[in-house]
């Protein structure tokens, strides 16, 4: 009986045509995984691409614009708030002494605006605001039942701030006034919970808008945090008030509406804007005139002429600003120390000056200085929670601690950072007390002096 030897083909070629698809998985394997490197490694720099072009992938996350107003909103009382102190305001007797009356009435805080400013910034005895104070006090409740509800702003995106935004730096300031009050009167305790009530509207204000209430908000933040600051100096309360104060402000940054957040609304916004610019033709260029000041766009801030206008491409420009906007967004991102706004910034106006985009010109304008008051805003909550810890060492010890260090763990798990370098605040011991600060900040505060809280 004779056997069949299988050929040699019929052997090798089931072995040959394995390793061949091992090899070829093998190369789709490391493919993919460069690939996939190359895509981890340019995320970070320029977000995803998409046929619209390199867009951050946290704005498909972003909560729609268009939720109608809630029951419990917290807008609705902050605008309850703000009309009721206008018309508390308008019908209270004007101070008494001559200075202020001689003195030019602001629109919105009438002739108590200079005795307001005065108080808050400490170079007016407290007890001269008590009149304005006293009776706005149901203004007062309305934000501090606020500060705990939720914020929506019934508001869509639109070339113009939501109507009442500016009512708000308003309720800050005399929140910071009946700061120094209360303080005067020792009820410390209750001046530290009426900066925190101001503190919930300055982080609550840009909770679903656009970088106008993003703006606004850090405006408030830096007009309630020198009195609340010297509040915690004086040494009047107890640990525990100060520490209740720690938590409450720690709580408050980390609900802060990112810068990032803040970018991808503005592109929305500067769609809506460019889509009524194309609908009413040049006649709309009026109604846009405080984006145009904001650019430096014209003479005197007024709108580009009408052959500029019939010469732009509104699809080309909103085309390059969600490539650059989402960019900039990532980069936007806290930490902010690690990040490179500064090179990709400068490359932008390098950019927008070879485009001579007068739209693109006008929408990015404010973002850089949006970027110094969220750096400027963190930074003075975090140097006020760093504060609030050391009058709780010191109401424990007597005394200051030699060190931040000596802050944690006893009474911090850990110690918020400087946002300008992601490093810990500048902290000095001094015979009368301590230096705490950072440099940046104090860079940033010495150039921009009386500006800080007038929006």
């Given at each position: ?62 909560p729609d614009l268009t939720k109608p107003p809630v029951a419990d909103n917290g807008w609705h009382l902050y ?32 002739p108590w605006a200079n005795v307001i400013d005065a108080v808050r910034v400490g170079s007016r005895p407290a ?318 505060e010495a150039g921009r002096g009386a500006e800080l809280d007038r929006p």
């Amino acid at each position: 009986m004779s056997s069949v030897r299988p050929s040699a083909s019929y052997c090798f070629c089931p072995g040959r045509r394995h390793r061949l698809c091992g090899r070829l998985g093998r190369c789709a394997g490391f493919l993919a995984f460069v690939i996939l490197g190359a895509r981890a490694a340019l995320f970070p720099v320029y977000g995803v691409h998409t046929p619209c072009g390199w867009i951050d992938e946290a704005r498909w996350r972003v909560p729609d614009l268009t939720k109608p107003p809630v029951a419990d909103n917290g807008w609705h009382l902050y605008q309850q708030a703000a009309l009721e102190l206008e018309h508390v305001l308008r019908a209270l007797p004007p101070p008494t002494d001559a200075a202020t009356r001689e003195s030019r009435p602001d629109a919105a805080t009438g002739p108590w605006a200079n005795v307001i400013d005065a108080v808050r910034v400490g170079s007016r005895p407290a007890a001269d605001a008590r009149p304005v104070l006293e009776a706005g006090a149901g203004a007062f409740a309305l934000v501090r039942r606020a500060a705990g509800w939720p914020y929506v702003s019934p508001s869509l995106p639109g070339p113009e701030p939501p109507p009442g935004m500016r009512a708000f730096p308003v309720l800050a300031r005399l929140e910071a006034a009946r700061v120094r009050y209360l303080s005067s009167q020792g009820r410390s305790a209750e001046a530290l919970s009426a900066a925190r009530d101001a503190y919930a509207m300055a982080v609550n204000i840009p909770r679903h808008g656009s970088l106008e209430d993003f703006l606004v908000g850090n405006a408030c933040i830096a007009i309630v945090h020198p009195p609340a600051r010297d509040v915690l100096r004086e040494a009047r309360l107890g640990a525990d008030d100060c520490l209740r104060h720690a938590r409450a402000l720690r709580a408050l940054r980390t609900r802060k509406w990112p810068l990032g957040r803040a970018i991808q609304f503005e592109f929305r916004t500067s769609v809506v804007t460019a889509a009524d610019l194309c609908s009413r033709g040049p006649e709309a260029l009026p109604g846009h005139a405080h984006a145009w000041r904001v650019a430096g766009l014209g003479a005197a801030g007024t709108a580009p002429s009408p052959v500029r206008f019939l010469a732009w491409d509104p699809a080309d420009s909103t085309e390059w600003l969600e490539d650059r906007m989402a960019r900039l967004a990532h980069a936007a991102r806290p930490p902010y120390g690690s990040r490179s706004w500064a090179r990709l910034w400068e490359r932008t106006q390098l950019d927008l000056t070879a485009r001579g985009d007068w739209f693109a010109r006008a929408v990015l304008a404010p973002l850089n200085e949006a970027r110094e008051t969220d750096l400027a805003a963190r930074a003075r909550l975090a140097i006020e929670e760093t504060t609030a810890y050391l009058a709780a060492f010191r109401a424990r010890y007597g005394h200051y601690p030699t060190a931040l260090a000596r802050l944690a763990p006893e009474l911090t798990d850990a110690l918020p950072d400087d946002p300008y370098t992601d490093e810990p605040f500048r902290y000095e011991p001094a015979a009368d007390g301590y230096r705490l600060g950072s440099p940046k900040l104090d860079e940033y505060e010495a150039g921009r002096g009386a500006e800080l809280d007038r929006p």
